[in-house]
């Protein structure tokens, strides 16, 4: 099994950034391919990207496409998602996830789950 926790969610402008985290402990963490997701409320979860257990490939969603960025420390057990010229429609709780399966930007591919963290983007 793996745990993991999400931090560095918050309150920011249209046009700001942040960085989210997920730490992972437990199993090995690069037996993992980790994804990140959303889910606003009276929503259902959306994916929003997703990195192989190397790091070496990535997949987003078109609506974070070149905004968001994915990546992973494999020597840290984290994996990360820099958020850039957020919108309010980018407001939601965002988990990440994990899987043994390859790439899947399907939820129910994911086996282990965060506990989320909110992004509030004010316009």
């Known amino acids: 099994q793996v745990q993991l926790v999400e931090s560095g969610g918050g309150l920011v402008q249209a046009g700001g950034s942040l960085r989210l985290s997920c730490a992972a402990s437990?199993?090995?963490?690069?037996?993992?391919?980790m994804g990140w997701f959303r889910q606003a409320p009276g929503k259902e979860r959306e994916f929003v990207a997703v990195i192989s257990r190397s790091g070496g490939s990535t997949y987003y969603a078109d609506s974070v496409k070149g905004r968001f960025a994915i990546s992973r420390d494999n020597a840290k057990n984290t994996v990360y998602l820099q958020m850039n010229s957020l919108k309010p429609e980018d407001t939601a709780a965002y988990y990440c996830?994990?899987?043994?399966?390859?790439?899947?930007?399907?939820?129910?591919?994911?086996?282990?789950w965060g506990q989320g963290t909110q992004v509030t983007v004010s316009s």
């Open positions: 437990g199993r090995t963490f690069t037996t993992y391919t």
């Open positions: 996830a994990a899987t043994i399966q390859s790439r899947s930007d399907a939820a129910r591919a994911y086996d282990y």
